[in-house]
């Protein structure tokens, strides 16, 4: 069975991210079979759009156009996290995010939503992007998440508190469960009871921002509110204990046999160094591990250019 991971991020991990694709094409043998980079999700800054981490600054249309021929000239769509659970209608025509879906919309880059508002503003003036509902929703109910794999999304992102709880998984009809996507590393505690007031949080310093930059007097650069949490920067091996961790075992011992083999590594906020050691726990048959985190990571340092 094909494996599919969908992996940080466009923007900040673009070398990193190039580094990965171009080993996985030229040494497949050291990478489990079947393996695929399904997309590369992420967003540019500027994007009032954005989700699920911050993500300030402004970008230019030419490395948008850069980004979008490197990632796709792979075969690999980007997958816009257009996520802000804070939007209204007054945010739909923010000239740069509809001049970014214009740009990238080829019918193979994607989208993922929370907003309904959002959503729908995405499938009438954009119906070429395939729509990914998000584990932002935080669907915590089984049959939440079957009436919403009823619905037209490519695939529906889990809530990571279902990981490992395997009475509630098997509950999902065998023919869907390919287009659920699983959070593998989720850096969440479990059941954590502010992820909902972090999420808009972020949201709201998306649209603070939006509101800044088109205040044309002010000189001042803009400072997002910073929403207090330790658990935001967890390392890979900070997490093994929780009881929503996915170990790379599970992956292919449990999830794979029961059909589900779509997998997200999250980290868009992470150094380069912690999202590549996920890749290699995941991606890389244990034999090779140590040769390609050290390829790797000499690439990542310029020292090691046939990665590349």
Sequence with gaps: MEINFHIPDFTNHLYLNTILINSISKYPEYFHDGLRIASVFGNFGGCVWNGGRFLGGNTDMDFVKHVAEAINSKNIPLRFTHTNPMLEKKHLGDPFCNQVMRMC???????????????????????????????????????????????????????????????????????????CEVLVNACCTPKCKRRGEHYRSIGLDQIAEWEHKKDMLSKKPFIAKEFACDFMNNGPYAITDYVTYISPQAVFEKYLPMGFNNFKIEGRTLPDICLLEYYIIYMVKPEYQNKIRLDMLQALTGKHKYFI
């Design 105 to 179: 919309n080829n019918g193979f880059n994607e989208a993922i939503v929370m907003s309904p508002v959002l959503e729908e503003y995405i499938r009438e003036n954009y119906p070429d992007y395939p729509i990914t509902s998000s584990t932002c929703k935080q669907i915590e109910n089984i049959d939440g998440v079957k009436e919403e794999l009823k619905k037209d999304y490519k695939y529906v992102v889990l809530d990571y508190n279902f990981n490992n709880r395997f009475d509630q998984l098997e509950q999902i009809d065998e023919k869907d469960r390919a287009r």
